[in-house]
């Protein structure tokens, strides 16, 4: 691979812009640049996740691939061309085949989960949550301008694995999901 930075800093951001890979220079708070930043949240927190669970976990793998795809999913707001695709309906596919095999081990939901039960299950329900508003920037940017439409359902099936994975985590070592309880109405 070649170097793809050769300084780190660059002052050009200085004045509240960034450029795009094209080139084209927008306002650090465009649309796209709040997308961009979330999906890169979310994909620093998986990390943060990752580091929690050992090397040997299901999900290390699972989870891998998401933060891998994330960078891609950057990559195709960065370019910000409609004719370059990376996400797409097969990887959105396989996602859900990984919902479906990581549900089936776990009992019906019979009332709301609380996020916690576990530090990685917790990280995970957070993950999750960055995950809908990175969807929700997506959606708002799709308003404006043309993005890939895989990339706002990629983010609603990854908050759909979080959430599974999270369902997962807090179960092992006997460990427990966390219940509502709700207060009961006045």
């Not at 990376?86 to 009332?111: C, F, G, H, S, Y």
């Not at 996020?115 to 799709?142: D, F, K, T």
Request: proline share 4%; with cysteine.
């Amino acid at each position: 691979m070649a170097n793809r930075l050769t300084r780190i800093y660059t002052r050009t951001g200085d004045k509240g812009t960034t450029s795009l890979a094209s080139g084209a220079k927008v306002a650090k708070n465009h649309p796209r640049i709040e997308a961009l930043g979330d999906t890169d949240e979310l994909n620093c927190l998986l990390g943060l996740l990752l580091a929690e669970l050992p090397a040997a976990d299901e999900l290390k793998s699972i989870l891998t691939q998401c933060q891998n795809d994330l960078f891609d999913l950057g990559g195709e707001l960065a370019v910000a061309d409609d004719n370059y695709k990376v996400i797409t309906a097969e990887v959105i596919a396989e996602m859900e085949q990984q919902i479906d095999n990581l549900n089936r081990e776990l009992p019906p939901l019979k009332e709301f989960i609380l996020p916690g039960g576990s530090r990685a299950a917790a990280l995970c329900h957070q993950a999750r949550s960055i995950c809908r508003r990175a969807e929700r920037r997506i959606v708002e940017l799709a308003h404006e301008e043309t993005v890939n439409p895989e990339g706002a359902a990629y983010l609603n099936r990854l908050s759909d694995l979080l959430f599974v994975a999270a369902r997962v985590l807090a179960r092992r070592n006997d460990g427990q999901e966390v219940l509502w309880q709700p207060r009961k109405p006045v």
